[in-house]
């Protein structure tokens, strides 16, 4: 599981670089999300725009990072692509985590929320 990272001001943006977040890596991506966000106290962004299946075990791994995190920091991902999106309306979990359709679009509007 490739993952990238690029600070910025009071925020750690997490990019997706594989196609999949499945059984078959579930594990190691919760062990690189643990990784890449040890030790920071600003909001994660992960962006999903390259990953186009997810199953039940990429969703909990999410889900898992937004535990390891909270309650001191935020998880918010963005970048959906249309079968991930379906994937997460269907679970409902777009309601359990902030969804942007961009990191453009979550960028603007976190700093919103701190103006």
Do not use: C, Y
């Not at 579930?26 to 725009?49: C, I, N, Q, S």
């Not at 535990?67 to 999106?85: D, M, N």
Request: charged residues 30%.
């Amino acid at each position: 599981m490739e993952l990238t990272s690029e600070k910025e001001p009071k925020l750690l943006i997490v990019t997706v670089q594989d196609t999949r977040i499945d059984a078959a890596s579930a594990l190691r991506f919760k062990d690189e999300m643990r990784r890449v966000a040890e030790g920071g106290t600003d909001p994660v962004l992960l962006d999903l725009h390259h990953v186009e299946f997810i199953d039940s075990s990429g969703l909990g791994a999410i889900v898992a990072t937004m535990k390891l995190l909270a309650p001191a920091r935020q998880l918010v991902l963005a970048g959906f692509t249309p079968t991930v999106e379906k994937v997460f309306k269907l679970t409902r979990m777009d309601t359990v985590f902030r969804v942007h359709p961009r990191v453009e679009d979550a960028i603007a509007a976190m700093q919103e929320v701190e103006s």
